[in-house]
């Protein structure tokens, strides 16, 4: 299925208090501004187009709730989910199975370590540098993105980056 990515929400530019949908406890307009690349909250699963999409507590994923902003949408049918950006409605990315949400992970503590020792800490230009790794726009170029290969190309770019201290 195909996701499309947005820029940053206008409701980040409303004067008024903004709706929060339950069981958020608010939804802040400056954490919204934040948000440069935006996929809108899922209505259907990402994973298996599943109408059955809930916004909970990530709770119903790790046993307690697990975080500062502990929420996912869930997919009740294939248990694909994804967890939000802090005080926000938004989803960090496109939603994944377990397993590809294990890749990510992997993926991503590469790619950070690589932006220590590489990019002295510049997170702009070590995108950047992934982005053209794996023939991608910087728009899409974020882990709560990658499907299951793309995440595991993602780790052996940055592992062969990394060369032999990987
Ligand atoms: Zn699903």
């Known amino acids: 299925m195909s996701i499309t990515v ?3 929400d ?6 008024q208090k903004l709706a929060a949908p339950a069981p958020l406890p608010h939804v802040s307009r400056r954490a919204l501004a934040r948000v440069r690349d935006r996929i809108a909250p899922p209505t259907a699963c990402h994973c298996c187009d599943g109408r059955d999409v809930y ?3 990530n709770a119903t994923i790790y046993g307690r709730e697990y975080g500062d902003w502990p929420f996912v949408y869930r997919c009740a049918h294939c248990g694909a ?3 939000l950006h802090p005080d926000t409605d938004l989803p960090l990315g496109v939603m994944a199975s377990k397993e590809t949400i294990k890749a990510r992970k992997d993926a991503k503590f590469l790619f950070q370590r690589l932006t220590k020792e590489r990019f002295a800490n510049n ?3 070590a995108y950047a540098w992934l982005a053209k790794a794996l023939g991608i726009a910087p728009s899409i170029c974020h ?24």
């Not at 206008?10 to 004067?15: A, I």
């Open 6 to 8: 947005l820029g940053v």
């Open 10 to 15: 206008p409701r980040s530019r409303s004067k």
């Open 81 to 83: 989910y994804v967890g």
């Open 123 to 125: 997170r702009t230009a």
């Open 55 to 57: 916004l909970q507590s």
């Open 143 to 166: 882990f709560g993105m990658f499907g299951h290969d793309q995440a595991d190309r993602a780790a052996d770019v940055c592992r062969a980056q990394l060369g032999s201290r990987a």
